[in-house]
């Protein structure tokens, strides 16, 4: 069975060329949702090739890219930060807001007659159907705001991980990032102590895993079974630089990432 390397360069400040032993860098594309943008939005924005809004995540793009440069003129920041897509059922964008990236020269797709899936599965088709040489590029799609607010939408946006599960899709909040460790793969995760970790967990996904053993955490699993209503492992801790996983099921990842702790006083 061949391995996967997982490694969030993403969140470094500039793009190392790969350490021995891990793939060569993957091709970035990023879809921004409508949830407040977190804080390292602009360093996806510098890795992605690709920039896509899913509908109302153009007006997150337009109010809040501003207000991460106090210090910047806000419509300089906006016309600097330019999505190349805004696809979706188009019932959040503001007006002026379309306008405004209309006129700069955004692709505009109104998907409005669909109503069956969600503005983040119309982006990942749209970005699968424009980069159709994905596997040659290593692409990885990563979604900023997929975490955090109304249920219904993170559920949402997990499901996106199951439909699209031969794609490399990583879902990401302020405070955490989620991706799927598909059951055709083992994997090597590489975690970059400087922006995540150490609070992790892994968690099965549409059936109970009968057997998933780790390696590099405080609480490592040996042929585990895990199902909810049994065993999740949640809140556990990565030790060191490299964790494995190998499982019968597809496992959800989940890793903490830093600097937006806040202590209990
Ligand atoms: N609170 C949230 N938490 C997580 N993801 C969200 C949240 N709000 C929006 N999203 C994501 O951003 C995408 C675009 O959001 P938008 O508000 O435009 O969706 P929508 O289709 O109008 O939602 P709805 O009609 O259910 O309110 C959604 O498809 C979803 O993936
Ligand atoms: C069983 C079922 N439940 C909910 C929806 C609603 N829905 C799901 S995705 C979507 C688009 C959101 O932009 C909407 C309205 C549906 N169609 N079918």
């Known amino acids: 069975m061949g391995v996967f390397f997982h490694s969030s360069d993403f969140l470094l400040p500039s793009s190392t060329s790969s350490p021995a032993g891990h793939p060569p860098s993957s091709t970035y594309a990023l879809v921004l949702l409508n949830q407040r943008l977190p804080k390292f939005t602009p360093l996806l924005w510098k890795h992605a090739k690709l920039r896509l809004c899913a509908d109302g995540g153009a007006n997150r793009v337009f109010d809040e890219l501003p207000l991460l440069f106090p210090h910047q003129d806000a419509t300089d920041i906006r016309n600097s930060y330019k999505p190349d897509v805004i696809r979706g059922d188009m019932d959040s964008i503001r007006t002026e807001v379309l306008d405004f990236y209309a006129k700069q020269g955004t692709k505009i797709f109104d998907e409005s007659e669909d109503q069956d899936t969600t503005d983040l599965h119309k982006c990942v088709a749209y970005i699968l159907q424009s980069m159709p040489n994905q596997e040659e590029s290593n692409l990885c ?18 499901n996106v991980l199951c439909r699209f599960s031969s794609t490399r899709i990583i879902l990401l909040s302020d405070d955490c990032l989620i ?22 967990g892994l968690i099965p996904i549409g059936m109970p895993s009968g057997r998933t053993t780790t390696t590099g955490l405080q609480w490592d699993l040996t042929d585990s079974e895990m199902k909810f209503g049994g065993l999740v492992s949640t809140s556990n801790i990565v030790k060191g630089e490299k964790v494995t996983v190998q499982s019968d099921s597809d496992l959800l990842w989940t890793i903490s990432l830093k600097g937006n702790e806040t202590k209990a006083f």
């Not at 997929?146 to 559920?155: I, N, S």
């Not at 991706?179 to 992790?200: K, M």
């Open 179 to 200: 991706h799927l460790l598909p059951r055709t793969h083992h994997h090597e995760i590489h975690v970059h102590s400087s922006v995540e970790g150490p609070h992790c």
């Open 141 to 158: 799609i990563l979604v900023a705001g997929a975490l955090g607010g109304r249920f219904d939408h993170e559920m949402g946006n997990i």
